[in-house]
């Protein structure tokens, strides 16, 4: 009978460690600066390395929803920065200099640019589950030094050990973007 | 004469009487029909601008010029029901043609001066006709030419019964039979001009990421017309995006040069922005080729994930005001017996409409 009360608690134990192992975001975060004087960031067009054409814009409009919702920060119309890369003949896919961080700085006025990257987005097929998965990165750069200050990396999926156990699809595609954002702000703010 | 004698002399006297009563207030509301003659209300003219999208398909056996002129007179049949003067066609295309309006997004501040002042167009309504297979799309913007004050907005979609040549009805088409009801439901009651608002507040066309333009301008509609529901006083959004155009630059890139020009020509201090994002991951961002090459593209009308967000940017600073984002991923309801119950996607982006503006709202608790 203990044995079995034993087993039964071991079982627990092993579940809540299993449910528990959420992916988590690997960050960067510069010790030596004062993220208080970072009032007002641009958000860069994020690049596309993934096979949907769509997915750096949807996921860039989380972003933005995120960014502003935590109300940290304050956040120039993404116009702007369209304006200001027409203006500095920027695309993209530019691999920025600090001294091109700065001239955006100064251009668009604001403290800090975030930049991103989706990696991996969509449907994954590796296993029987058909889940959403989103692999992407984001970085923060302070437009006084053109430095990088932030950068994250997170992966995501629309499967959980309950949705496993009980049944049930994928989390919805915009789920899994939020959740990926927020994982990787998490670590910034 | 028996007592049920007289009960039934008493009955045909009162059937006779309510049938007069009937007949009279029959006649009344025939006559308060639109379409039919009624005194006119208003002072200057309304005038009706229409653009057509999509060709004639097999449901809609008709070609574009004979489409257009029906759907135009429909319409200004319908605003005169409604006690709008109708303008005169003519003067109106001469308008077109001079300011080269090549769409509804497309209306100037001096198109809309001159209509005013050259042809005492007091209003314009801007309709759209988009035709996809067998399906219309009509939407309508009623634009105020003294103040560029977008004062109704409307949108109706309309299947179109099959056609075939060899087993249609004698008499008036079925496409006339369901244009001319969509055109009666999607013009407003004349009403004098506005009162000119404080604040000046401009909106910008939303914007489609991975949605068809189609359902975008449809989501566009539906959010002015909640946002007017709510009581927003604000400008027709082609007005920014005409005036942006014009100094060079697209409509979005609210930078310095922009804003300043938004700010100084119409004494405007914040502008609504929003976005239609598609998750759907079964249509496409485009309209989608039948597998016949024969066959013309369509457009999916289903969204089944989406979200829309609207910002209020302010003008001088170029920075987010306010944001709300709402997400639309309900699976269709299921009704009796397990029968899903159909909702079409004009009704769901207007519930989302709805949605969004309780999110954003000053009054609502999040914010």
């Not at chain 1, 989706?118 to 989103?134: A, F, P, Q």
């Not at chain 2, 035709?131 to 309508?140: E, I």
Request: aromatic share 8%.
């Amino acid at each position: 009978m203990r044995k079995m009360w034993n087993s039964a608690a071991m079982a627990l134990v092993m579940l809540a460690f299993v449910s528990g192992c959420s992916p988590k975001a690997t960050s960067f975060v510069r010790d030596d600066v004062d993220y208080s004087f970072i009032r007002t960031v641009a958000i860069f067009p994020f690049q596309n390395l993934s096979q949907d054409i769509n997915a750096n814009e949807r996921l860039h409009s989380v972003f933005v929803s995120q960014i502003l919702e935590r109300d940290a920060v304050a956040v120039v119309e993404f116009g702007t920065v369209l304006s200001a890369m027409s203006q500095m003949q920027l695309t993209v896919d530019s691999v920025l200099t600090p001294e091109q961080i700065m001239e955006l700085g100064k251009v668009m006025s604001v403290d800090g640019i975030f930049f991103g990257s989706v990696e991996e987005y969509g449907i994954e097929r590796l296993s029987k589950d058909r889940t959403y998965s989103i692999t992407a990165s984001y970085s923060l750069a302070e437009t006084q030094t053109g430095s990088m200050v932030w950068s994250a990396q997170t992966r995501t999926d629309g499967g959980s050990f309950w949705r496993k156990l009980f049944g049930g699809g994928s989390a919805s595609l915009y789920s899994v973007s939020k959740n990926n954002v927020n994982q990787a702000l998490e670590t910034l703010f | 004469m028996n007592g049920y004698g007289h009960r039934a002399h008493q009955f045909s006297w009162t059937f006779l009487v309510l049938a007069l009563l009937f007949q009279t207030a029959g006649t009344a509301l025939a006559q308060a029909e639109p379409g039919s003659a009624l005194p006119d209300s208003a002072d200057n003219f309304t005038g009706t601008i229409l653009f057509i999208f999509g060709r004639p398909q097999n449901a809609l056996p008709v070609d574009v010029a004979e489409l257009r002129a029906t759907c135009v007179s429909r319409l200004e049949a319908a605003l005169r029901g409604r006690g709008h003067r109708t303008a005169d066609r003519d003067v109106i295309e001469e308008q077109v043609r001079k300011w080269r309006v090549r769409g509804s997004d497309l209306i100037s501040p001096e198109f809309l001066r001159e209509l005013g002042q050259e042809a005492d167009v007091g209003q314009i309504l801007v309709a759209t006709l988009l035709t996809d297979n067998a399906r219309f799309l009509l939407t309508t913007r009623l634009i105020d030419t003294a103040s560029g004050r977008l004062t109704f907005v409307d949108l109706i979609d309309v299947d179109l019964p099959e056609y075939d040549p060899e087993f249609a009805p004698v008499g008036v088409p079925e496409w006339r039979r369901v244009l001319d009801a969509a055109c009666q439901k999607v013009v407003p009651q004349w009403a004098p001009p506005p009162v000119p608002a404080e604040e000046t507040l401009m909106v910008l066309p939303t914007i489609g990421i991975a949605s068809d333009p189609a359902i975008t301008s449809a989501a566009a509609h539906s959010l002015f017309k909640t946002l007017l529901g709510q009581g927003l006083v604000f400008l027709d959004p082609s007005l920014a995006e005409v005036t942006m155009i014009e100094a060079g630059m697209p409509s979005h890139w609210l930078a310095p040069r922009g804003r300043r020009l938004l700010q100084d020509r119409f004494g405007a201090k914040r502008i609504l922005v929003s976005e239609l994002v598609s998750y759907d991951q079964n249509s496409p961002m485009v309209s989608l080729q039948a597998l016949d090459p024969d066959e013309p593209a369509t457009i999916r009308w289903i969204l089944t994930e989406f979200s829309m967000s609207m910002r209020t940017v302010d003008l001088r600073t170029g920075t987010a005001l306010r944001s709300a984002t709402i997400l639309h991923d309900k699976p269709p309801a299921t009704g009796w017996f397990g029968n899903p119950v159909r909702t079409t996607l004009l009704q769901e982006l207007e519930a989302t409409s709805q949605a969004l503006w309780a999110a954003f709202s000053p009054d609502s608790e999040d914010n």
